[in-house]
């Protein structure tokens, strides 16, 4: 009888088949419930229409970019709304405009992007097509924006650096003597020539360049006094003196 009793009261304590089933339903409805919430949260927030983009704040000191050429690269390609928004990809196609030399792209809340640009500074146009930034690179833009305002530079194929370290040298030591430099070029065997804003050519060769601007300062005052000509070139490539060759004069004087 004492073994009966046992067995009874195990099985009043035991949870019946039914109820396993019916927690595992209700487990399920859960997760069910869970998942196509999250679904639809997602298709929520990835949904343009439902968190668009509504506002662009373009910041950044700039003289070439305009706000317009800013807002058609960034709709250029796919956008989405403010959570799928891709800021890498936006801010690769604003960096692609000319004068852009880097952009900055983040998401303000709820509906804006926050775009900081930093413009390119050109020092002068690179073999007539190219224009080349204060750090010697070139890049790709319309010369004829700054032609007159900044000098030309010319030179073979990844000499930028070097025509450009050459302009700055030069051009601190000219500038002493209220001169500035209006071309400057660099041969394949790297001679330098350069034209000064009174239209002199100094052809200055390989070595000692500074040295022949030097001597060319010094004398030039001494030649305007000995000649009423005009000055054409000094070529400055001996290692004492210069030669002078003078620009035509028009008929009749």
């Known amino acids: 009888m004492a073994a009966a009793a046992v067995t009874e009261t195990e099985a009043e304590n035991t949870p019946s088949r039914w109820e396993f089933i019916a927690g595992i339903a209700v487990f399920v409805v859960i997760v069910l419930g869970f998942l196509i919430g999250s679904y639809q949260l997602l298709d929520w927030i990835t949904d343009a229409e ?18 317009d050429e800013v807002l058609s690269a960034i709709i250029a390609g796919e956008v989405g ?17 000319p004068w852009v030399y880097s952009a900055s792209v983040r998401k303000e809340w709820p509906q804006r992007l926050r775009v900081f640009l930093v413009e390119q500074e ?14 010697g690179e070139v890049f790709a833009a319309d010369p004829d924006v ?6 030309h530079f010319a030179g073979p194929e990844a000499a930028e650096d ?4 050459q302009y700055q040298r ?11 430099i209006t071309r400057i070029a660099l041969s394949e065997r790297f001679s330098v020539r350069l034209w000064l804003d009174n ?9 000692a360049r500074l040295e022949r601007i030097q001597r060319f300062l010094d004398l030039y005052p001494l030649i305007q006094e000995e000649s009423d ?25």
């Open 50 to 67: 439902q968190v668009p983009l509504e506002g662009v704040i373009i910041q950044g000191e700039r003289v070439h970019t305009a706000d």
């Open 81 to 97: 709304s403010f959570f799928t928004a891709d800021v890498d990809e936006i801010r690769n196609r604003i960096e692609a405009l």
């Open 122 to 135: 050109p020092v002068g146009i690179w073999n007539e097509d190219w224009v080349m930034n204060r750090y």
């Open 146 to 151: 700054i032609r007159g305002k900044v000098p």
């Open 162 to 165: 070097e025509v450009l370290r």
């Open 170 to 180: 030069i051009s601190e030591l000219l500038a002493i003597h209220d001169y500035a």
């Open 199 to 207: 239209g002199i050519e100094l052809q200055l060769g390989r070595e």
């Open 229 to 253: 000509k005009a000055v054409a070139y000094a070529d400055l490539r001996y290692d004492t003196g210069i030669a002078i060759g003078w620009k035509e004069q028009p008929d009749g004087e």
